[in-house]
Structures are given as C-alpha cells and as structure tokens.
C-alpha cells in the first residue's frame, strides 16, 4: 500500500481484494500518512503563516487557520495550492518580488479554499471579500499573458 502526490491529484494503492470497508480505512490511513510525511519535510515560513492568519482574521473572520504556510518551487502551473487534508499552503515563488497585495490575494484564494474546496459561487464570495481581488486577478492575467511559462490562475 502506497500513497504519493502527482501533480495535482493525490495517488493511493491499495490491494484490490480488499472489501470497500477496509479499502476505505486503508485510504484513509495512508492520505493521513503522506499528509504527516509532507508536513514533516516542509515546514512553514513564519512570516507567510503570520501574514495568512492576519488575512484569515481581516477577511474571512478567522475562520480558516492553515496548519503551514510555505514557499514551493515546483508549482509551474499555479500560483497557489492547499491541502484540505491538512490545512497546508504552498505558495509559488514565482510570487515573490510582486506588489504585496497580489500575495495577499493568492493568500485568501488559498484560505477560502480550505473553507470550499471548490471554484463554486460560495467560493468566489469568500474571495471577493478582499478588497483588491479583482485587480489582484488582473494583475496575475496580465503576468500571464506577458510570460507564456506563468502560472495561470
């Protein structure tokens, strides 16, 4: 039994004579152990967890609380992503050097995410709350369409 990241989405092996009631606890065993896995080799950078928990506060009334905020060189094809699982963040550091109010966009993208795992209109309500969301979106297209290599939103 197996569980690893490709890109993405999230690959779990389990035998297949198992019944779908030990296939289930099995799988949910081992997201928990690539979770913990994961957690242990990237830790959080202290000023992006500070700033995301003052952004959580300010805009989505605390309610989500990330378990790690971090920077990641391997996201090509995004600018952001989290782990609902376990309430991680990893942030492109493609990011860095942009105004900080487009980081802070990313940021609460993120957190909502780790309130609607999904793109969904309730979604969408919880990003609009911050203020520059709209420009911060703009901003990321015309970063995007100027370097063909950026990620896309």
């Known amino acids: 039994m197996s569980a690893y990241r490709d890109g993405p ?3 779990v092996l389990v035998p297949e004579q198992l019944s779908r009631a ?5 799988v949910e065993t081992m ?4 979770a913990h896995r994961e957690a242990a080799r990237a830790p959080s950078d ?3 967890e500070v700033r995301a928990r003052t952004l959580s506060d300010r805009h989505l009334d605390g309610r989500p609380q990330p378990s790690s905020v971090r920077w990641s060189t391997n996201q090509q094809h995004r600018w952001g992503s989290c782990t ?11 990011l860095r050097g942009m105004p900080g109010w487009v980081l802070d966009y990313v940021l609460v993208h993120e957190l909502a995410h ?13 990003v609009e ?3 520059r969301a709209e420009r911060a979106r703009g901003y990321l297209l015309g970063v995007a369409d100027t370097d063909r290599s950026a990620p896309r939103e």
């Open 114 to 126: 780790l309130l609607v795992p999904d793109h969904s209109a309730a979604f969408w309500a919880l």
């Open 9 to 11: 989405k999230t690959i």
């Open 22 to 26: 030990e296939e289930a606890r099995w």
């Open 84 to 94: 609902t699982l376990d309430a991680t963040i990893r942030l492109s550091t493609r």
């Open 31 to 34: 997201l928990a152990r690539l």
């Open 46 to 48: 202290p000023d992006l």
């Open 129 to 131: 709350r911050y203020p």
